[in-house]
């Protein structure tokens, strides 16, 4: 209670002209009171500046709202201006958006029951989102194209038996994909660029499971062609380098056959030029090189001999 009285203002005695003077706790209350209004203001002001300018990232496109009017000009990425509190500014992504969803109990052509669970890839391009905004309420996917996904993909799949859903889900994906791009809704706010079926269940047991011992065989026949065409190709590359290595044998060897042609060549064109050059007198010492015992034998020719 103290500690309160402490912030109020408490009049003092009469002055001589008989007005009350305050207190020193009237004082501090004062000064608190225009302190904390201070920090207000300063908080009100960095928010207003803040409020004031708005970063619209890439792959997206800016709405700006003037007390909630839309402007026919889109703002690009980057920073932009906005009066707080009376202008706003919404995102609208135009890259391509992904989202998935369940199609459950459909009956198929062999009245089979079958949930599918697909794959819807789409965009909104640039010059779509001004006029959408300015005449949808919502988001564009859950209010046109959701609904309208869900409504064609049934009408396809009664066409096909619950097998044939499995089997030929890239040609029910395409169909799908062409039909909703046919609605006027769609494709003037939109682009659907693709419609992929992903996984499927059966609420019959026994077409499940035989569904399930069918996909199991397909993958062991695919994994074994798998394996063969790796065997194969492990056999072609064996058969490649043996190939390569028997060619390289044989390129030495013909080199190493032309040199032994190339020295007999030089040695006989040495044999040429030593005789061209002897001037018919013959060497005091010969080396034979006999093949008798491999011991070449060194004969002294008598200077009578030679000088004859």
């Known amino acids: 209670m103290k500690f309160l009285d402490f912030f109020i203002p408490k009049k003092g005695s009469p002055n001589a002209f008989g007005e009350s003077s305050y207190t020193s706790g009237d004082v501090i209350f004062q000064n608190v009171g225009k302190m904390l209004l201070d920090i207000l203001l300063i908080i009100l002001s960095i928010r207003t500046i803040l409020g ?25 990425e980057g920073v932009h201006f906005k009066v707080p509190f009376i202008q706003s500014v919404e995102e609208q992504s135009i890259k391509t958006i ?18 599918i669970y697909y794959k819807v890839a789409y965009r909104i391009p640039f010059d779509k989102v001004i006029p ?38 890239e040609e029910i994906a395409k169909i799908a994909r062409e039909q909703i791009m046919k609605n006027d809704e769609i494709s003037k706010r939109s682009i659907i660029e693709e419609v992929v079926l992903m996984k499927f269940d059966f609420t019959d047991p026994a077409f499940k499971k035989a569904v399930d011992d ?23 590359q064996a058969i490649f380098e043996a190939e390569g ?30 005789i061209e050059k002897w ?21 002294n020719i008598p200077d009578k001999i030679v000088q004859e």
Do not use: C, W
């Not at 004031?52 to 690009?76: A, D, E, W």
């Not at 992904?98 to 949930?115: F, N, P």
């Open 52 to 76: 004031s300018f708005v970063i619209v990232p890439t792959s997206y496109v800016g709405i700006k709202r003037t007390m909630n009017i839309i402007h026919s000009k889109p703002l690009l």
């Open 132 to 169: 959408n905004a300015q005449t949808l309420q919502g988001d564009v996917y859950e209010v046109i194209i959701e609904p309208r996904v869900k409504e064609t993909m049934a009408d396809i799949v009664v066409r096909y038996t619950a097998e044939e859903v499995i089997s030929k889900r």
């Open 245 to 274: 290595k028997a060619k390289a044998i044989k390129l030495e060897a013909e080199a190493m056959k032309a040199n032994q042609k190339i020295v007999e060549m030089k040695q006989i064109d040495a044999s040429i030029k030593a």
């Open 279 to 299: 001037d018919g007198r013959l060497p005091n010492v010969l080396i034979n090189g006999g093949k008798s015992n491999g011991i070449p034998s060194i004969i």
């Open 98 to 115: 992904q989202e998935e969803h369940e199609l459950t109990r459909i009956q198929a052509k062999d009245m089979q029951e079958i949930s």
């Open 214 to 236: 069918k996909k199991r065989a397909i993958q062991y026949a695919e994994q074994a062609e798998v394996e063969k065409k790796t065997a194969k190709a492990r056999a072609d």
